[in-house]
């Protein structure tokens, strides 16, 4: 297997390991301030089912690229995390072992680190950029894409990240990602977005609320009568499309209004053409991505 692929797009999701998180981490409504929500998750004693840690393999005819690197099979080693991310373990529990970690997945698949076109991070934090040390180790010029708001409020703060659920002190040693600014070039109900690949067919856009700057795909593709398809990767934008039918964000972000704006702009995405809404963590997205189950959102109720 080499970097190089013909034909259409194609589309898979792999997992590395699975999450458990309290409910109300998963979703709130949106009529408390932040801290008030996080304080909710703190209080919360229940667990969800476990939940996938997805990333995505885009096969395209300019190369191979992730969306997200899942969470490292190092996670629950003593001394992983920063001492300052205390909420981990009280708030989050991985099960992931070695044969979940993305490289070694690639590598089942024949695929090297190396033979990657890059790799786009939604977000930095640790699940969904945890197989980044391996795979730089790997391919050491793999380009990494990460959006500026982003990588400015993250990326040059590695206190402030220790303590929002990133995990700095494993990332690449002067680790200089490149920056993502979206250009003018509407989308849908996205007045910008950022073309990863000359064809148009790998889009970057803007999905902000769970962190600021975090960041979504548009993936055109194909379905199994190679008609044409459309896949939307939000990332951690919606948790589940029944989150996203709701208009409930996750109950642990910074600005939950504009994370409710950004669940509007996916629907009205959707509202406009169909597509295939892939969300990182929904335990259904292996079979919404097998069907090619074109979301219909509804109105909260």
């Not at 500026?148 to 590695?158: A, D, I, L, Y």
Request: overall charge negative.
């Amino acid at each position: 297997m080499t970097g190089s692929h013909s034909g259409p797009v194609q589309l898979e999701f792999l997992t590395t390991g699975t999450v458990r998180i309290r409910p109300s981490m998963r979703s709130q409504p949106v009529g408390s301030f932040a801290i008030l929500r996080r304080l909710k998750s703190f209080l919360d004693r229940e667990w969800t089912e476990s939940l996938p840690v997805g990333v995505f393999l885009i096969r395209h005819s300019e190369g191979i690229f992730l969306f997200d690197t899942g969470q490292s099979p190092c996670c629950n080693d003593a001394g992983y995390f920063p001492r300052l991310a205390f909420a981990n373990g009280f708030l989050i529990q991985f099960r992931i072992t070695h044969q979940d970690g993305i490289l070694e997945q690639l590598h089942s698949c024949g695929i090297k680190a190396t033979d990657l076109k890059g790799v786009v991070l939604s977000h930095l934090h640790n699940d969904h950029a945890g197989g980044l040390e391996d795979l730089v180790a790997e391919a050491p010029d793999l380009p990494i894409y990460i959006s500026r708001e982003h990588w400015n409020t993250f990326g040059e703060h590695p206190v402030f990240v220790s303590i929002e659920g990133a995990t700095p002190n494993h990332w690449p040693r002067d680790f200089s990602p490149r920056i993502v600014d979206l250009q003018d070039n509407a989308l849908g109900p996205w007045k910008k977005s950022y073309p990863l690949t000359e064809d148009g067919k790998i889009v970057i856009v803007d999905t902000s609320g769970h962190v600021p700057g975090h960041i979504g795909l548009v993936v055109y593709g194909q379905g199994p009568k190679e008609e044409e398809v459309t896949f939307f990767l939000p990332g951690d934008a919606t948790y589940g499309l029944d989150l996203l039918d709701k208009e409930e964000p996750d109950g642990i972000n910074d600005d939950p209004i504009r994370a409710k704006q950004t669940l509007r702009t996916i629907k009205e995405f959707a509202r406009e053409s169909d597509v295939v809404l892939l969300p990182s963590h929904d335990t259904d997205t292996p079979r919404l991505l097998a069907e090619r189950v074109v979301y219909r959102p509804s109105d909260p109720k």
